[in-house]
């Protein structure tokens, strides 16, 4: 039997082998998971010229464009969910100090798919809506050589690097994810490198009690890294809620350069790594988000 | 206070809840669509099933959902999926009975702008752009727009096509080939606007009290008025204690 190979390391070791100047960076999960801490912690080693993408940039990349990590994003939905907007996003692009490619949400997704894939493409219905592709060239109209009718293409991306955060993992990288599964499995197969942060590093033992439940496998992973509360203020199932208040509290917080570079001192650039930073929230935050369980019903896989 | 009065934003739920059928495939946002979707549920739709864009079907929400991937839509749901196959096996492959949208500017037929004023490449406001609406609005079988109705939000053309309705009118949509059948009503606070046979938004229903004038007013082209137009049914008692007590207790959408 092989000996399972580990690739436990540090977050801060994770970025420094994998996150380069320039590199096109996909930090996965759709509002679920995002890897917040991953994000703070390229703040911290100051990347810069990075290529952004995910469906919707959230504070995460709101936070490195204002923190001076961005050249570009790619992107399907700019707001600032359920609140209003990204201001340092909006801005850039408004005052053109950001580059921007856009898309909705289907093509930003399967161009991941394609990426995944290992595709040349991915075909998608027309719409009827002409005006997205009339400003991203990206999109291109081909002929379905089946029936003759004309289909919607968009090309692979194939991040650098992608950074996907999960419930648990073991230290090979296999990975199980629960709750909304957004995009993280086809943004890890379409990248080149796999950052995997995790609240739990478990035994081999444990994954393999659960196939079905396994999203990425080690096989496609570089670096594991155990990364408790890595997603605040956005959440992981089960084990601590959306911070909606401080989702609020962004606007103002992002409101002038002084306002965020107060922020970015004191919680990014102030503390040393995720586990201080949880600990500077305080009780208090910690015990609003602490979730009540809720398990579900255990299947038998049988023993054969 | 006074039990049967209410206001803008209830009026809109109430009146949009009351469109959509028992049993329909709904894909759905947080904020107002939400809201309908439950007080439907509640009320006249007990097999009304919620699809969100994150990737989850036949959500329960226990709580209200304060973001389009809240984890109350997961815990008690029938399925999570990733989005490519929320987006191609639910939306894509027409399994999607209803879509609601909204959007900063809606024109005379039912197209909608949520990506920017002005010029695209040098925007003198951005706006958030699609997320799932450019496919929503072709492929599920009907949809449903909530909105004020304020003359800046209602333009006789639109800056930028972020989702289509009619387009030019006539049959400019069916020429395009989309599944979906388009807008088939946008609800606002005034009113509800439904397309005529080409396609354009008309008048058809006022809310009691509220008048064509204020219509005309408020709509950014001359707006035509159904000949016969209706009067919507004032918001019951109970829809609005549903509402108010059970969906959305602290008045965080409902203020």
């Known amino acids: 039997m092989r000996e399972m190979m580990s690739k436990v390391v540090s977050l801060q070791e994770a970025i420094q082998t994998f996150v380069h100047d320039g590199d096109l960076v996909y930090a996965a999960g759709f509002t679920h998971l995002i890897p917040f801490a991953a994000g703070h912690e390229i703040i911290r080693q100051k990347r810069k010229d990075l290529i952004l993408a995910r469906a919707t940039p959230d504070l995460i990349y709101d936070q490195m464009i204002a923190a001076g990590c961005a050249r570009k994003v790619v992107f399907s939905y700019s707001g600032n969910p359920g609140v209003g907007s990204l201001k340092w996003l909006r801005e850039g692009m408004q005052n053109g100090t950001l580059e921007w490619e856009e898309y909705s949400h289907f093509s930003m997704i399967s161009r991941l798919q394609a990426g995944a894939s290992g595709l040349p493409f991915m075909p998608m219905k027309l719409t009827g809506a002409t005006d997205l592709e009339r400003v991203n060239p990206q999109y291109r109209r081909i002929t379905d050589p089946y029936t003759g009718e004309e289909v919607m293409a968009v090309p692979p991306l194939l991040p650098d690097v992608a950074i996907v955060h999960v419930q648990r993992c073991d230290a090979e990288g296999n990975a199980q994810i629960w709750g909304i599964i957004g995009e993280q499995k086809e943004a890890a197969f379409a990248s080149k490198h796999v950052i995997l942060t995790a609240e739990e590093i478990v035994d081999e033992e444990v994954i393999r009690s659960d196939p079905n439940r396994t999203l990425i496998p080690g096989m496609i992973v570089n670096a594991v890294c155990h990364v408790p509360y890595c997603a605040h203020p956005s959440y992981t199932q089960g084990y601590y809620d959306r911070d909606n208040d401080f989702y609020l509290a962004w606007e103002e917080l992002s409101k002038d350069e002084q306002t965020v570079q107060a922020y970015l001192d004191e919680w990014v650039f102030g503390v040393k790594d995720r586990d201080e930073y949880w600990q500077k929230l305080g009780e208090e935050v910690q015990k609003r988000l602490k979730p009540k369980s809720k398990l579900s019903y255990p299947v038998d896989y049988g023993s054969y | ?255």
């Not at chain 2, 006249?44 to 839509?73: C, F, K, W």
């Not at chain 2, 209706?230 to 007590?245: A, C, H, N, V, Y």
Request: aromatic fraction near 8%; charge should be neutral; hydrophobic fraction near 40%.
């Open chain 2, 1 to 255: 206070m006074n039990n049967n009065a209410y206001n803008a934003t209830e009026l809109m739920i109430i009146n949009a809840a009351r469109l959509l059928q028992d049993g329909d495939q709904v894909f759905v946002g947080v904020g107002i669509p939400n809201l309908a979707c439950n007080l439907a549920r509640r009320t006249h739709a007990p097999n009304l099933q919620m699809i969100y864009e994150a990737g989850v079907i036949g959500a329960r929400p226990e709580r209200l959902p304060l973001s389009i991937g809240d984890p109350t839509l997961v815990s008690g749901a029938t399925a999570v999926c990733s989005m490519y196959d929320v987006f191609t096996l639910y939306l894509q492959r027409g399994n999607v009975d209803v879509g609601f949208l909204g959007g900063a500017q809606i024109d005379q037929f039912g197209n909608i702008n949520a990506t920017v004023i002005g010029d695209y490449f040098h925007p003198k406001v951005r706006l958030p752009g699609s997320g799932g609406s450019m496919e929503i609005a072709a492929w599920a079988n009907r949809c449903y727009i909530i909105t004020p109705h304020q003359k800046r939000r209602f333009p006789a053309r639109v800056d930028f096509h972020t989702s289509v309705g009619f387009l030019d009118g006539g049959s400019a949509r069916s020429r395009t080939g989309v599944r979906g059948k388009g807008p088939q009503a946008v609800v606002t606070n005034l009113g509800i606007l439904t397309p005529n046979s080409d396609g354009e938004m008309i008048l058809s229903f006022l809310h009691p009290g509220c008048t064509v004038e204020q219509v005309r007013e408020n709509t950014g082209w001359e707006i035509k008025i159904s000949p016969n137009l209706k009067q919507t049914t004032p918001p019951r008692q109970e829809e609005l204690l549903i509402l108010r007590e059970e969906l959305d207790p602290q008045g965080i959408y409902v203020k």
